[in-house]
């Protein structure tokens, strides 16, 4: 079981795609008492891996303390984060508070274009140095990329760049258009060059020793077992978002996944189990009664579809099909 906590909405990039819309800080972010509190929640529901995301993370000045604190409850603590302020200090100090796993975003090994993406010029040699910090302290880390149609290309480069780093696993992050990624729809990768990349990163799975991990990409689970590829025995389902897995915004509420924007309840209202255990919205989540094409796919137990994308483009319908599937649409 996962749960991401998006410790602050602030961040130090102005990345295009960002589904929280970050920058400034927001007015009502749980504090350190209130971070511990849902922490405490998090361990009582029986969660194992805690991902501390934002905004970024790092920008928390208690964020060492936090980490800290969640190991100490027996949580796996890994991160989200741009990896621009991986500093060697930062690495060692993370390290010894008991992080487990820095996820640090590159999209693009043009250093020009992830600039662009992320909005800051430096942010690509500066997320470079942030994995050698990491591998420097004896921190594991993974390379994140957001998939887009200007990148897709790229992603097996990406793959062999991680595994020249030292990096432990790939995420590839597929666009669901919300926050500031609204604007950028009309780049999403669509619906047959969709299905082809999965294709492509499944077969590249074969060639590579490190774990790869399609996100918001709930099909690839669907593809791999088509094309005969081994997964990640902790891959053995697509979308978790009210299953095994949810986030907690930087203000406490509590939501299915980061690109949903239903609200299951608010932590400074609530403790988190008990919104984990008794939220209408999890449990509507649970009967994976799904419509449509969902519904009646094979593959139902083993992919679930997007429920962020079903909702996105059904009127909040979290248990509509996923269209964005070319087996699904009888497209294969």
Known sequence: MIVSWMTTNRCNLKCSHCYQDAGDCRENELTTDEGKRLIDGIARAGFKIMIFSGGEPLMRADIFELVQYAADKGLRPVFGTNGTLIDADTALRLQHAGAASMGISLDS??????????????????????????????????????VMDWNKSEVGDIID???????????????????????????????????ELLRSIMEKQRQVSIPIKPTCAPQFTRVAKQLGVDLDPRFSRGCLAGLTYCIISPVGQVRPCAYMTEVAGDVHQQPFDEIWRDSEVFARLRTQAYSGVCGRCGYKDICGGCRARAAYYNDGDVLAEDKYCAFGRGLL
């Open 109 to 146: 090994l043009d250093v020009a274009r992830h600039d662009a993406f992320r909005g800051m010029a430096g942010a690509w040699q500066q997320a470079v140095d942030g994995m050698a910090n990491c591998r420097a302290a004896g921190l594991n880390f993974q390379i994140h990329m957001t």
């Open 161 to 195: 760049f991680a595994v020249q780093a030292g990096a432990d696993a790939v995420y590839l992050f597929f666009l669901i258009p919300v926050g500031r990624g609204v604007y950028i729809e009309d780049t999403a990768v669509e619906v047959m060059e969709y299905e």
